[in-house]
């Protein structure tokens, strides 16, 4: 297994604000590029899209908040805008997500779009990473996605540790890749964490 310094017990470094904008919006184009995708799917390609950017440019797209659970990484706020919960959408300042969704065995699919997708909230790169991820992923099943994102170091980390219960906050800086600077490059983001946009 990859060695690394994790965040431990004095919590985690990178306080990063969820964008529940861009997470609407990531969501909307997912719809779009895959439509049909399940809650499981999304919150693995979010998972998988933001821990690509952080590691490529400095950065995740959504600063998604992430947990361990025993099923995989999950992007917290999605999922619960996906379930449609109160909460979630009030914070989004939405009544709804603006995707028709549909209930299938207790798993919600993100059938089709409502609407276009605002992309002067993304970066090119937000857009050329997530793409490139459908690409990679898009066709792995559940088993797939289930077998990839337990090998991560940030998740296999949080779900050992995990002080009880059946979940676990994933750290950032458990997400980058190994390289000589990896300390350097936390210690200079964690002073500013909370103001990225």
């Keep these: 297994m990859r060695q690394s310094v ?7 470094k990178l306080k990063f604000k969820p964008k529940l904008d861009k997470i609407v ?7 779009h590029k895959h439509p049909n995708s399940d809650q499981y799917q999304a919150v693995k390609f979010m998972y998988l899209a933001d821990r690509e950017h952080f590691n490529k440019f400095g950065r995740p797209i959504t600063f998604e908040t992430y ?7 999950v992007a917290t706020n999605a999922l619960d805008l996906i379930k449609g ?30 609407r276009a997708v605002d992309y002067d909230i993304f970066s090119r790169s937000d857009i050329h990473v ?12 559940f088993d797939d996605l289930y077998r990839i994102t337990h ?47």
């Design 130 to 141: 997530f793409d490139d991820i459908l690409k990679r992923y898009g066709d792995k099943s």
């Design 151 to 197: 090998k991560h170091f940030a998740y296999d980390y949080a779900w050992k540790n995990r002080k009880q219960g059946n979940r676990a906050l994933m750290y950032y800086e458990d997400m980058l890749d190994e390289n000589p600077k990896k300390s350097i490059i936390i210690n200079e983001l964690e002073l500013i964490a909370e103001n990225m946009k």
């Design 6 to 12: 994790p965040a431990g017990s004095n919590g985690p």
């Design 67 to 73: 947990y361990a659970l025993d099923y995989g990484p």
């Design 25 to 31: 919006e990531l969501l909307l184009y997912l719809a």
């Design 85 to 114: 919960k109160f909460y979630a959408l009030k914070a989004a300042g939405i009544s709804g997500l603006p995707i028709e969704l549909e209930r299938r065995d207790n798993i919600i699919i993100l059938s089709h779009p409502l």
